[in-house]
Nanobody, 118 residues
Framework: QVQLVESGGGLVQAGGSLRLSCAAS????????MGWFRQAPGKERVFVAS????????WYTNSVKGRFTISMDNAKTTVYLQMNSLKAEDTGVYYC???????????WGQGTQVTVSS
């Protein structure tokens, strides 16, 4: 079993920055990608960014390219999302997710709230 715990959310003004963290514990050796998803009020949960644990390759949704950076620690058990130049539309609950295969998202964190005031 794998547990994911997010932290780092909060309230920030537009143009500001936040850094989210996601710490994985348990059978982390079986994890393939680790990623971040966002759910805005009244909307579906959508992909934001992900990182391949072995290669370090990263992917981003178009709306955050150039503003957000996903990275991980040397142990490859903690993933970060550095969010710069935040916009009101970045507001939402950010969830960390992972799984044991390319399209597997079996594991989810509890989410952390990010609110960007305009």
């Amino acid at each position: 079993q794998v547990q994911l715990v997010e932290s780092g959310g909060g309230l920030v003004q537009a143009g500001g920055s936040l850094r989210l963290s996601c710490a994985a514990s348990g059978r982390t050796d079986r994890l393939y990608n680790m990623g971040w998803f966002r759910q805005a009020p009244g909307k579906e949960r959508v992909f934001v960014a992900s990182i391949h644990r072995s290669s370090g390759n990263t992917w981003y949704t178009n709306s955050v390219k150039g503003r957000f950076t996903i990275s991980m620690d040397n142990a490859k058990t903690t993933v970060y999302l550095q969010m710069n130049s935040l916009k009101a539309e970045d507001t939402g609950v950010y969830y960390c997710a992972s799984g044991s295969g390319v399209a597997d998202l079996s594991y989810w964190g509890q989410g952390t709230q990010v609110t960007v005031s305009s």
